[in-house]
């Protein structure tokens, strides 16, 4: 029998080699393909909203007579016609604008136009809208229906799609699409099926409830969105159940290594740390490969926990590989680690981008040999020419900095072909529940919630930066008094070569102004060896104070240093301000951090600011981000590919995923329509499921 996926979308009329390849770009081939191409809003022309009632932020249609139309000078020189109708007025502004235009807008005209309303500086405006001069009167109330917008792509027009799928709707009739959703789970969240749902959301009746459907929230939508999270969730099972097909080996410690470490250790650990790591050791214990996620806020004591796991590999006479996400972090840990180790007798070798020659060729060796027990670097550790003798553990710091294909790449490191290294994935980004829930189904969770204790607040101020008099003086008495601090220089451009070029000039006027003091700079454009120089005489209070960019964002530990100042904190997002503050306070005195802003702050960035002063819990940040700033900020933007949904979104749609959670693992148990989901919602986006 003929489904809908089989038939392609050359059948279409209209649509040849050439409309075929650029929809290809779009990952549509078949009828299927196209129908699952699902608008991303609507578009509200059904009615003209009446212009007393209108409100910032509302997008429609209003119409009225021009009652002026004026050139008028300003910042730009701009267009500005008065519309009136008989509730009120509106300015429509146009900074582009031809002499045809003007006759056309002339005093008198009809116009019905449709666009975003702004508080403009005529009172609420909308720029350059879209408009008809005497315009047809507007179809009924009652037939009009709203006009869906596709994602597009180069080439293809919002026209195009809408015909296409109209089209390829006639078919559904004929080819209904696979209803993949048990029936019970139709009937307890009483979802329409698919078919209908996919027809209602391409081409909602004129009786459809349209403030739901703009909203996202009609049950057509919501039995969709419920699909595409399911079909995600199933996709992490997958690989998680794949990855634990295999075998790994069961670390059982020989000896007293772990004893030994933790007696050399200058303090003990907390209950919190202590708890995750029964859990890692339980894990490891196993002959399945561990998958788990340790949360800990920033300065929670990972590193050790992390230690501590490498030492059951180790004592078990197997290897271990510890990744980093950049230079800066790899190297203190391999410092650390060298410390640690070295008296218990174990080898340490390091791999970074930046180790090449001799130098890489002697560490490969001692890693490919086992006598280097232990190998930490940045991804350069995953590259094809590193072998290990005995690979079983390995720990990825700061996972955030990596993508989901780089993580899920770890595993293909395995010891032999059928054994799978375990898996130990540590983060200081707090992952509020749900957003962990969805992007790391694969994942167990361990969480650290417990700080060292002894740890003092750190005090968060806001100050504007026409009192960087005033902060340089506080960082020169805070140095007097023998503390060490950060100055950290940030940049909306990505550009990193900006960047450390602010940072430069930053430490050379804080040189100047500071003469006392002993000041470093380390940007991601130093070569290694000097980064790792600057940053070691910063630790050994060599420094007073280290300029940076936000290359110390993630992991770097100074407990000396207690005062940190981050200039125009409004370009950051929160967790990545917790992060940077999490710098300081990490020894015994008092930490401030002072946030130097460049004002004015609009009404989100002072609410944003004024979080991060509230709160030192990374748990609340980064829910508050979550809301603020979407699931692709929190996770950092290479994990976006993951969370790119086409319908489903973070927020509105939390509510599901704990349904789909616990949904997925009766699905998951019928292999046929797990794949059709995932192959439905996913398509060729899957690499990171194959195994
Ligand atoms: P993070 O979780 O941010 O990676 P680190 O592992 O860098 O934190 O630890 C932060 C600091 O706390 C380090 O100086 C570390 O030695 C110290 N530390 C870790 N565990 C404890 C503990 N149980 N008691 C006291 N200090 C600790
Ligand atoms: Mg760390």
């Known amino acids: 029998m003929t489904a809908l996926e089989d038939i392609q979308v050359t059948v279409l009329k209209g649509v040849g080699n050439s409309l075929a390849e650029k929809l290809a770009r779009l990952g549509i081939h078949s009828l299927q393909d196209l129908l699952f ?36 000078m300003g910042r730009r020189r701009s267009m500005q016609v008065t519309l009136r109708d008989e509730t009120g007025f509106l300015v429509l502004r146009f900074f582009h604008f031809n002499a045809a235009q003007k006759s056309q807008l002339a005093v008198g005209a009809r116009v019905r136009c449709y666009g975003e309303v702004r508080a403009g500086r005529a009172g609420y405006e909308i720029y350059h809208p879209e408009y008809d001069v005497n315009p047809e009167p507007m179809v009924t109330q009652d037939s009009a229906t709203l006009t869906p917008v596709y994602p597009l792509t180069e080439g293809i027009q919002q026209p195009r799609v809408r015909s296409l799928c109209r089209q390829a709707l006639t078919y559904l009739q004929r080819y209904p699409i696979r209803e993949l959703l048990p029936s019970t789970i139709l009937t307890d969240y009483q979802l329409p099926d698919i078919s209908a749902a996919v027809a209602l959301v391409h081409a909602p009746p004129a009786s459809a409830n349209v403030p739901q459907l703009v909203a996202g929230k009609h049950p057509a939508q919501q039995r969709l969105v419920m699909e595409e999270l399911l ?25 007293d290594l772990a004893e030994r470490f933790i007696e050399n250790l200058p303090f003990s650990l907390t209950g919190a740390q202590r708890q995750v790591l029964a859990d890692i050791r339980q894990d490891l214990s196993q002959p399945l490969p561990m998958l788990r996620l340790v949360q800990g806020d920033v300065g929670s ?85 590193v072998l290990f003798d005995r690979l079983a553990l390995v720990i990825v710091d700061e996972q955030h900095r990596f993508g989901v294909h780089q993580r899920l790449a770890l595993r293909e490191k395995g010891v032999a072909g059928t054994m799978a290294p375990h898996q130990l994935i540590m983060t200081a980004t707090p992952i509020p529940r749900t957003l962990a829930m969805s992007a790391y189904a694969d994942l167990d969770t361990s969480v650290i919630d417990e700080l060292p204790p002894g740890r003092k607040p750190i005090e968060t101020i806001a100050v504007p930066d026409s009192r960087r008099d005033d902060v340089i ?65 910063f ?100 994990q976006t590919g993951l969370m790119q949904f086409r319908l489903a979104e973070f927020e509105r749609d939390k509510a599901w995923i704990e349904v789909v959670r616990e949904l997925a693992p009766g699905v998951l148990a019928d292999a046929g329509r797990t794949e059709g989901l995932v192959r439905r919602w996913l398509g060729q986006r899957t690499q990171y499921g194959d195994v």
């Open 231 to 255: 079909a995600h969730q199933l996709s992490l099972l997958q690989v998680r159940q794949q990855i634990q097909q295999r075998q790994a080996l069961a670390l059982l410690p020989q000896g």
């Open 473 to 537: 003086e506080r960082v020169r008495q805070a140095c007097e008094q023998g503390r060490q601090a950060y100055w950290v220089c940030t940049l909306i451009e990505e550009s990193e070569a900006l960047q450390c070029q602010a940072a430069e000039v930053t430490e050379q006027e804080l040189r100047e102004r500071l003469p006392g003091l002993r000041v470093g700079l380390v940007h991601g454009r130093l070569k290694a060896t000097d980064k790792a120089a600057v940053m070691a005489s």
């Open 37 to 72: 191409h699902l608008p991303h809003r609507y578009e509200d022309r059904t009615r003209v909203i009446p212009m007393g009632s209108l409100r910032v932020g509302d997008v429609g249609v209003v119409e009225g007579e021009v009652v002026k139309n004026d050139v008028v």
């Open 539 to 638: 630790k050994s209070g060599e420094l007073d104070l280290l300029v940076a960019t936000t290359v110390i964002e993630v992991g770097v530990d100074v407990p000396n240093a207690s005062l940190i100042i981050i200039e125009n904190p409004e370009r950051l997002g929160l967790a990545q301000l917790h992060q940077l503050r999490g710098r300081v306070g990490r020894g015994h005195e008092a930490s401030y951090c002072v946030l130097m802003y460049h004002p004015p702050l609009s009404q989100n960035g002072k609410a944003r600011l004024q979080v991060l002063r509230d709160s030192q819990d990374g748990f609340v940040i980064a829910e508050k981000d979550l809301e603020i700033r979407g699931p692709g900020e929190v996770l950092g933007t290479r």
């Open 301 to 385: 004591g990972k590193t050790v926990v992390a230690a501590l796991s490498a030492l059951q590999a180790i004592s078990s006479g197997a290897q271990v590989a510890l990744m980093a996400p950049t230079e800066i972090l790899a190297e203190q840990h391999y410092t650390s680690f060298c410390q640690w180790l070295e008296p218990l007798g174990i080898q340490t070798a390091w791999l970074s981008g930046k180790v090449k020659g001799k130098a890489r060729t002697e560490a490969l060796a001692r890693v490919a040999s086992g006598e280097a027990a232990i190998a930490i670097g940045t991804h350069a550790l995953f590259q094809q020419d």
